[in-house]
């Protein structure tokens, strides 16, 4: 049981570095805001795994609740953080910018 | 037994999570990638956090049953937030005016 505990810890953490890919690369700021919302989801889960190999699931539970809310309230603040200021490096939204502009 | 549940329902939740990273490295655009992060994403934490609750069972005692209840918490908590984050992001892309892709144009 604990080597496939070992063994969903580290393709859970493959799997977050694959998400870091698009939140590096990603073209408009909303692709990262996505992506660090999934790696924090990711997060919660791998706390888990981390817990039952250390024997000490009771104290990881309380760290995994405390990050599930952390992660809620960034990606909530992003979003509301964004609505307000428009994103310079959102390549999508001057690209539509333009293209309202041409029709005018 | 329970073992063995509980390892089939965390195998289920990696296969939903990495179902969604490939969607969320592959689809062509923002309003798609949200659309293969949020559902799978969810689903799959939910499947994982519940192998982890019925794992914590075995011995059953009450100290080992509270801790289930509070995995169970963060299910619950997963279930409502993750909607609610994804939909908070596509308002605001919406709001600031980016379009939908569509058959034919190119990948952004």
């Given at each position: 049981?604990?080597?496939?505990?070992?063994?969903?810890?580290?393709a859970?953490?493959?799997?977050?570095?694959a998400?870091?890919?698009?939140?590096?690369?990603?073209?408009?700021?909303?692709?990262?805001?996505?992506?660090?919302?999934?790696?924090?989801?990711k997060?919660?889960?791998?706390?888990?795994?981390i817990?039952v190999?250390?024997?000490?699931?009771?104290?990881?539970?309380?760290?995994?609740?405390?990050?599930t809310?952390?992660?809620?309230i960034?990606?909530?603040?992003?979003?509301?953080?964004?609505?307000?200021?428009?994103?310079?490096?959102?390549?999508?939204a001057?690209a539509?910018?333009?293209?309202?502009?041409?029709?005018? | 037994?329970?073992?063995?549940i509980?390892?089939?329902?965390?195998g289920?939740?990696?296969?939903?999570?990495?179902?969604?990273?490939?969607?969320?490295?592959?689809?062509?655009?923002?309003?798609t990638?949200l659309?293969?992060?949020?559902?799978s994403?969810?689903?799959?934490?939910?499947?994982?956090?519940?192998?982890?609750?019925?794992?914590?069972?075995?011995?059953?005692?009450?100290e080992?049953?509270?801790?289930?209840?509070?995995?169970l918490?963060?299910?619950?908590?997963?279930?409502?937030a993750?909607?609610?984050?994804?939909?908070?992001?596509?308002?605001?892309a919406?709001?600031?005016?980016?379009?939908?892709?569509r058959?034919?144009?190119?990948?952004?």
């Open positions: 049981m604990k080597d496939f505990m070992l063994v969903g810890a580290i859970i953490l493959l799997l977050m570095f998400a870091l890919y698009r939140m590096i690369g990603g073209p408009t700021i909303f692709d990262r805001i996505v992506s660090s919302n999934m790696i924090g989801t997060t919660t889960a791998l706390l888990l795994f817990g190999l250390f024997d000490n699931l009771s104290m990881f539970v309380d760290i995994a609740i405390a990050y809310l952390l992660n809620f960034t990606t909530l603040a992003a979003a509301k953080y964004f609505l307000r200021r428009r994103p310079v490096l959102s390549v999508d001057i539509t910018d333009q293209k309202k502009e041409e029709k005018k | 037994m329970i073992d063995v509980s390892m089939i329902l965390i289920l939740g990696i296969f939903f999570f990495a179902s969604g990273v490939i969607g969320l490295l592959r689809f062509p655009d923002f309003y990638r659309h293969a992060a949020g559902k994403d969810s689903l799959g934490s939910v499947l994982v956090v519940a192998g982890f609750a019925l794992y914590n069972l075995q011995p059953f005692t009450l080992n049953c509270l801790v289930s209840i509070k995995i918490f963060i299910a619950l908590f997963i279930f409502i993750s909607p609610t984050a994804c939909h908070a992001i596509t308002q605001t919406m709001a600031l005016g980016i379009e939908p892709w058959k034919g144009d190119k990948r952004r």
